[in-house]
């Protein structure tokens, strides 16, 4: 379960690390147990990771679904997703209509106002077109299912809050290009800006080719500390797009103390870079990943870069051959699971090893992503 709700900084962040530790052991020792003593029934259901084990333990779950809310961990555990909402089934896999989405599709459900617990009819792929754009208070529940989300920029969650996705196997997006998508009943978004906008935090941008911004290349609110190094900055036609930096909604009297450089980068078509704060090394020490190239070899480093390819190619195609007993995606997709549909199978270690990198990642966007890039 992703729980994508971070509102602010945690008063205690250490406790919840530690929280989490406990309860991840916990579940471990007691899936330890379960392989001891194979013929006891009281953990047969547990899995050793401690959301799983908070609702599959209860043979009757999908009469209560929406107690998966409670079963967070972590600095999201108090999102409420949909609860509280009305159950939407999702009965249609397309995504013809970004901009007026058919009911029944889950793109209808997800732009909707209220809270709304999102189940599914049946084993889906859902091929989207556009990006997904979510409205507040959802919860994606892909249990008992066999659902995949691919393509079309994937899902974007942006000023909302309370989103819960559980379940759910989301892999080969794509750029979804210029276009207009709801993201409300009553709103269209223009999806125009793709560059990173840094909020907080340290943030060292080294070794990329920026090309072709609308607004800016790299943005930033809240006093980030940004260490642009060894970068190539293409900057449009459009003479009043040529400034690589934009500091959002903050006034010059503010940011000239932020501390922004450009160190090695080469600047192109007229793209300009403006500095501020102190340039003293010790100021971007904390800014620092790896031991940055010289700009002159950028297309040397980034010559594998970028998506794996177009929607219609093969690259990293998913292939399992038969798939017995599930849903139909067609034959000769690309985008099959390494799975068999339905309930597939997953070892005690991988489920860990699984546990382990989603709940690295969300520590990561909480204690790093104090700079989260929009």
């Keep these: 379960m992703l729980n994508l709700t971070l509102p602010g900084q945690h008063p205690n962040p250490e406790s919840v690390v530690h929280e989490v530790q406990r309860k991840v052991n916990v579940s471990i020792a007691r899936r330890q147990m379960q392989e001891l003593y194979q013929s006891d029934e009281q953990f047969t259901c547990l ?3 401690p959301i799983d084990d908070c609702w599959k333990c209860d043979s009757n779950w ?21 609860k509280g909402g009305q ?25 909707q106002v209220e809270p709304l617990w999102i189940v ?25 299912a066999n659902v995949h989300i691919v393509g079309g920029g994937c899902i974007t969650l942006q000023y909302i809050t309370n989103v819960i996705i559980h379940n759910i196997h989301i892999h080969h997006c794509v750029q979804s290009g210029d276009t ?9 978004r223009k999806l125009v800006q793709r560059m990173p906008r840094c909020r907080r935090g340290y943030i060292h941008v080294v070794n990329n080719d920026f090309t072709q911004w609308e607004m800016y290349a790299i943005g ?14 293409t900057a449009p036609s459009d003479r009043n797009a040529k400034e690589v930096t934009k500091r ?13 450089r450009s160190e090695g980068d080469i600047l192109v078509n007229g793209a300009f870079f403006i500095a501020s704060g102190e340039g003293v090394e010790v100021k971007y020490e904390k800014a620092y990943s790896v031991e940055p190239k010289s700009a002159v070899l950028i297309d ?19 292939s399992t051959g038969s798939n017995a007993g599930g849903s139909d995606f067609g034959s000769g997709d690309d985008l099959w699971d390494d799975m068999s549909a339905g309930r597939p199978r997953t070892s005690f270690t991988s489920a860990l090893f699984s546990l382990i990198i989603a709940l690295s990642s969300l520590l990561f966007l909480y204690q790093s992503l104090t700079s989260a890039l929009l």
């Design 47 to 49: 899995t050793g990771n």
């Design 62 to 82: 999908h009469t209560n679904r929406q107690r998966l809310a409670d079963c967070g961990i972590g600095f999201g555990q108090y999102a409420l997703g949909g």
């Design 87 to 111: 159950i939407y089934v999702v009965t249609d896999s397309s995504d013809h209509d970004p901009v007026n989405p058919a009911p029944g599709t889950l793109r209808y459900a997800v732009i």
């Design 120 to 144: 599914f009819s049946t084993n889906m792929l859902i091929k989207l077109n556009q990006e997904l754009i979510f409205n507040s208070y959802k919860t994606l529940d892909g249990r008992g």
């Design 180 to 188: 207009n998508v709801r993201s409300s009943p009553t709103h269209l």
């Design 220 to 233: 930033g609110s809240g006093n980030p500390t940004i260490n642009s190094q060894g970068n190539r900055y």
């Design 248 to 260: 959002v909604e903050t006034s010059e009297e503010e940011w000239r103390g932020w501390n922004w």
């Design 300 to 318: 040397q480093l980034t010559i594998h870069a970028g998506v794996l390819g177009s929607r219609d190619n093969n690259l990293g195609k998913w």
